[in-house]
Structures are given as C-alpha cells and as structure tokens.
C-alpha cells in the first residue's frame, strides 16, 4: 500500500512522515492532499482554513473531496482561541466562531468527518496511524472528480474552468450559443448583450479562450 501525498505540501510534514511510513510517493494531485487508497485527506493549517473559506475555495475542495473518494477527511492543524497569537496578530472571538462554523458545516452539512492536530509534528502521526490501519493494496489516487456522462453536464462543466464562470452563467451561454459557436464570437459585447448577468471581463475571458 503506497501512501501518496500531494507535491505542494510543505517539506517539513512530508519528511516527518517519511520518518513513519515506507511507502510514500509524491504526486501533484488536485484533490485531496494525502491518499490511501479510497481514504483522502484534505489537510488545512488554521489560518490557510480561514484564508479558503474568505476566497471560496475550502467549499470548492470539499465538494471535489466529497465526489471523488469514498472515505475523505479534513484536517485541522493547529489551535484556535480568542487571543491566541499567531504570524498574522492574534485569533479574535470571531475567527473563533468562524472555523466553529466551518467544522459544523463541513460535518453535519457534507457528512465530512474532522481531525485535529495540533502541529505538523502531529499531523504526521496521525496520517501514520491511519496508513497503519489500512489494509487495502496499492491503489493510485482516483481522478479529480466524478466523471459527468451527461453531455449537458459535460458541457457546462468544460465552460466552468473559465474564471469568474460559475454553473448558471455557463448554462445561460449554453442555452444562447452551441459550444461549436463560441469560436466564431470574436466580440465580448455578444455575450454581454445575450447572456443575462453576463460581466464584461468574463465575456472578454470568454473570446480569448475560443479565438486565441
């Protein structure tokens, strides 16, 4: 059984856990931060926790984390309590209630179980242990998502990796313009005037990714 951590990860973790498992391969994967077989873990520091929920995209990795393997997990490294410092000032009463929240949501809200740590130190004994209990063979980490068999479904996610894109406003383009149009509209004001809701920079996004 390989134990596959993402790349990115800091080097500090990744040669702690070095220290307690065998098998470790390293990977940059899109989901999920640490892997064993159908078990993923998305690991999270308190403040890059707090950082992911302000810019969206902590939800955006729960839900991948969610639709691509069986068995995910979060984990929280560090602690959290009015007045503790740390490298941007000190945690406030409403930092506190903020990661509350999220743990909340991220359990009752995806049925996402949550493990804390207190330092990466830690962090590593815990992924040691549960590589430990894992009794499954080698198995190399699942695909970044669900894969949609639904051509709509396809379509309208192709369009979504264009920033500032989301599932409604690419499934109005959609119900304007065939995807085999788009490279045949060389002027964002197209979009803009056809598509409800439509922002200039976004329409301009749009035409680059199809003419360019």
Request: net charge neutral; proline share 4%.
């Given at each position: ?63 991948n984390l969610k639709n691509t393997y069986p068995h995910p997990c979060v984990l929280i490294e560090g602690e959290i ?21 999220v743990e909340n949501a991220t359990i009752m809200g995806w049925s996402i179980p949550i493990v804390k740590t207190p ?94």
């Amino acid at each position: 059984m390989t134990l596959w951590i993402d790349s990115r990860e800091p080097a500090k973790v990744i040669n702690q856990i070095k220290q307690l498992v065998s098998d470790v391969e390293l990977r940059m994967m899109d989901t999920g931060d640490y892997v064993i077989g159908d078990f993923a873990i998305e690991r999270k520091t308190i403040t890059d926790l707090m950082g992911s929920v302000f810019d969206t995209r902590y939800w955006k990795q729960v839900e991948n984390l969610k639709n691509t393997y069986p068995h995910p997990c979060v984990l929280i490294e560090g602690e959290i309590r009015a007045g503790l410092q740390h490298h941007h000032g000190v945690f406030t009463e409403g930092d506190v209630n903020l990661v509350n929240s999220v743990e909340n949501a991220t359990i009752m809200g995806w049925s996402i179980p949550i493990v804390k740590t207190p330092s990466y130190v830690d962090t590593a004994v815990k992924i040691a242990e549960f590589y430990a209990r894992s009794e499954k063979k080698h198995e190399k980490p699942r695909a970044v998502v669900k894969k949609e068999a639904d051509p709509d479904k396809v379509r309208v996610a192709m369009l979504q990796i264009i920033e500032g894109l989301g599932p409604m406003g690419a499934s109005r383009v959609l119900s304007k313009f065939k995807l085999c149009d788009l490279v045949e509209i060389n002027d964002p004001t197209v979009y803009c005037k056809s598509v409800v809701g439509m922002n200039r920079k976004v329409a301009e996004r749009i035409v680059k990714v199809f003419n360019q």
